[in-house]
């Protein structure tokens, strides 16, 4: 390995100035319908309109004298052309901005559709179906769920920023190249006559339709990668750049169709000539002007904010799902078509309670305001679960009792009155465990009482018989007005487990 080291007499090797690199031009009768093209390096121009610089100019010709007014134009248009650019990327940076205004009700839509499923996945599916249900609310609170649905807005946002700073801005203007005296040169005759044949050629491929297929494509990009290695050899940078420049994007634009399943393909590519052309063109123009362009971009990113913002309204109820909607009458006023059932129209199939309470029932698609402006809670009607645990009445050492009692909801609009789903479970589980524990007692007495005080002959029995029991106990509740005025019915052989505290 080779150290550098750096002594008083060593002298950094010297950059050269951006401004005395010349900007060079080759007017070639190379353009569709016998157009004329000039060639040059276009990122060069881009670099010298982005940092303002005034470097020299030159044309090159075959004869003089010379028309300058076709490298004016060029010049013209690649500052016109950043400028639009940089205010295009400008308006996609503002409509991405109003469409992200409308993500962060799809995310936590989203969100809570997905909580559905996993709430069935045993031993974490409740917590996890908890936290990303309210968006990470139930840990962080308020503060988390805003951040975790704001997270896309964020990094779309982020990306506009990132493609707006790499857009280079056009700091001068087509008047500072100006000052610069533009020096002709007769000195392109002998690499003219050499391409002659071959410019002719690639003239003749461009011209006669707008539009130009995939092979034709890859043709002229020979071609061009043909006139590339003509241009070096004759030392013409200009010719070199373009002939480069055109041959990549023919190549791109020729690529093979892609192919969407084994055996079919997509339809074969084609490329709109005029706009390969256009920055080598002085005689074309744009054909969408900013000030159509930037409002039409706008509103493109109001309507897709709007679009987001209706789309996370829409959810899918399946049979044995209601959802309880609870709008926020701060934002919408009571009475509003909160819910939309597909096929039924507004507020169908619903009930309205107080104020702008709305129960949907499944079946359906449905649409309401999405979350903040609605807030939902989604209520399994089948297979809900009541869990009672009590004390076994034994004389022996204690015993625990634990008891799954599942059932399902028959009248919504009664069960929706206890309060949150959550809590309706509670309450439930309360008035089962006070019916449980006062008829075990009743039972355990009469025991005694069969079988004169022997303990062993008792707890015996209790333990032979719970099932039988638990189930006339569900049956007894089931008939029970207390129970069925909450619109619940219970469902036979609860699952039970006894074991010693």
Known sequence: MRANHSSPGHVPERREDPAAIPLEYVPLPAGPNGSTLVAHDRQRLVQVVARTLVPARTLRVESLPPDGDAVRRIETKAVTHLRRLRRHARARQWAQLIASLGLPFLVASLLGLLSAPIRNVPAVGEAVAEFVGSSGGSLGGLPLAAAVSLLPSVWLFRRARRQVAARPAARGS????QVAELAVRDDASQFLTAADALLAE????????????????????????HLTRLAAHYRVPAVQAFGADMAAQFRHAGRPPRRLIPGLYAKRNSVHVATITSPYDPSSRSRAPTFVTVPAILLLGALAAMTTFFAAGVFRLSADDALVLLQNEAVVFPGSAGV??????????????????????????????PQPVTDRRLINLTDREAPVTLILPTEAEPEDLDVQFQYDVTDLTAFIRLGVPEFADQFIAAILHEGLTQLLGSWRES???E?????????????????????D??????????LTGLGIILKPQPNFNIQRT
């Open 174 to 177: 087509e008047k500072t190249l």
């Open 447 to 449: 025991l005694v009482a």
């Open 202 to 225: 690639i003239g003749s491929l461009m011209s006669g339709r707008p539009r130009i297929d995939g092979q034709r494509a890859l043709r002229l990009a020979t071609r061009f990668d």
């Open 451 to 471: 079988f004169d005080g022997d303990s062993a002959r008792v707890n015996q029995e209790l333990a032979s018989g719970m099932g039988q029991f638990l189930g």
């Open 340 to 369: 939309f059932s597909l096929g039924q129209g507004f507020d169908q199939p619903s009930e309205s309670g107080a104020g702008t309470l709305s129960v949907v029932e499944g079946p359906g698609f449905f649409w309401s305001w």
């Open 473 to 482: 106990f569900v049956d007894i509740a089931n008939q029970n007005e207390r």
